[in-house]
């Protein structure tokens, strides 16, 4: 039995990376494990460069639709007002695929963030490649159950406030434009309403539908951004003990480079 015993003792000392008191590693600090953290901070950072570069695609569909249908709206005296509303209803379904794709971006943005803060800080700061194993955390949890790291409703709003919103506004401007002064100026506000009449649909229907739309957007961004701004959790399930990477120093009339969301 003494000989079992002896054979258990080696066999554990050995499994405990030669540990004599028996404890489990404490981080990982090896040359293979910090060469395979950098590669993943690699693979995660070209992910989310490359769902960037679909952001812009979308962006770049909206803008390019806009300036086809304000073309076609002003092509001549007679043309309807109706491209603009078509153009807008197109803008819609591309800022709901832009939103969706946003958050696809989200995740792995999330991930090289944590990866940034767990080991290149450490690293920059003096302190060796030398982070804690990740037991149950942030990042070990989304790479067992990946997850959207933000809501569709605040994706919609972000996109709204970045692009989105600025072409809607346009559209509306250009939608006035067009009953208000082309061909010539209105005279009363019931030539107004009669030019803004589409097909069978009238005029006061038209415009009732076009206001509610664009009250709708603004409240939308507006609700999401406030609703960001009192939001303290974010990124909280692994910046929650990290407050001191939050602090920023004061800076002497230099504005702190902000996010690029």
């Given at each position: 039995?003494?000989?079992f015993?002896?054979?258990?003792?080696?066999?554990?000392?050995?499994?405990t990376?030669?540990?004599p008191?028996?404890d489990?590693?404490?981080?990982?600090?090896g040359?293979?494990?910090?060469?395979a953290?950098?590669?993943?901070?690699?693979?995660?950072?070209y992910?989310?460069?490359?769902?960037?570069q679909r952001l812009?695609?979308?962006?770049n569909?909206?803008?390019?639709?806009?300036?086809?249908?304000?073309?076609a709206?002003?092509?001549?005296?007679?043309a309807?007002?109706?491209?603009i509303?078509?153009?807008g209803?197109?803008?819609?379904?591309?800022?709901?695929?832009?939103?969706?794709?946003?958050?696809?971006?989200?995740?792995?943005?999330?991930?090289?963030?944590?990866?940034?803060?767990?080991f290149?800080?450490?690293?920059?700061?003096?302190?060796?490649?030398?982070?804690?194993?990740?037991?149950?955390?942030a990042?070990?949890d989304?790479?067992?159950?990946?997850?959207?790291?933000?809501?569709?409703?605040?994706?919609?709003?972000?996109?709204?406030?970045?692009?989105?919103?600025?072409?809607?506004?346009i559209?509306?401007?250009?939608?006035?434009?067009?009953i208000a002064i082309?061909?010539t100026?209105?005279?009363n506000?019931?030539?107004?309403?009669?030019r803004?009449?589409?097909?069978?649909?009238?005029?006061?229907?038209?415009?009732?539908?076009?206001?509610?739309?664009?009250?709708?957007?603004?409240?939308l961004?507006?609700?999401?951004?406030?609703d960001e701004?009192?939001?303290?959790?974010?990124?909280?399930?692994?910046?929650?003990?990290?407050?001191?990477?939050?602090?920023?120093?004061?800076?002497?009339?230099?504005?702190?480079?902000?996010?690029?969301?």
């Amino acid at each position: 039995m003494t000989e079992f015993d002896d054979r258990d003792d080696v066999a554990l000392a050995t499994s405990t990376d030669g540990d004599p008191d028996g404890d489990p590693p404490s981080g990982i600090s090896g040359n293979k494990e910090v060469g395979a953290i950098a590669h993943l901070y690699r693979a995660e950072v070209y992910r989310s460069t490359v769902w960037r570069q679909r952001l812009d695609q979308t962006t770049n569909w909206a803008v390019i639709s806009t300036g086809i249908g304000l073309s076609a709206a002003f092509a001549s005296e007679r043309a309807s007002p109706f491209p603009i509303v078509l153009v807008g209803a197109l803008c819609i379904m591309f800022l709901m695929l832009e939103a969706r794709r946003y958050r696809f971006f989200y995740v792995w943005r999330f991930r090289a963030r944590v990866l940034e803060i767990a080991f290149y800080v450490p690293m920059l700061r003096g302190e060796g490649a030398r982070i804690p194993l990740d037991r149950g955390t942030a990042l070990s949890d989304d790479y067992v159950k990946p997850q959207y790291r933000i809501s569709m409703i605040r994706s919609v709003g972000r996109r709204l406030r970045r692009n989105y919103g600025w072409i809607f506004a346009i559209l509306g401007a250009a939608y006035f434009a067009k009953i208000a002064i082309h061909p010539t100026d209105v005279d009363n506000f019931a030539h107004f309403v009669r030019r803004a009449h589409i097909g069978p649909i009238p005029g006061w229907l038209a415009l009732i539908c076009g206001v509610a739309f664009h009250i709708g957007w603004i409240t939308l961004a507006w609700k999401t951004w406030w609703d960001e701004r009192s939001d303290k959790t974010k990124m909280a399930d692994f910046l929650k003990s990290r407050e001191d990477v939050n602090f920023r120093p004061p800076t002497k009339g230099v504005t702190p480079m902000k996010a690029d969301d």
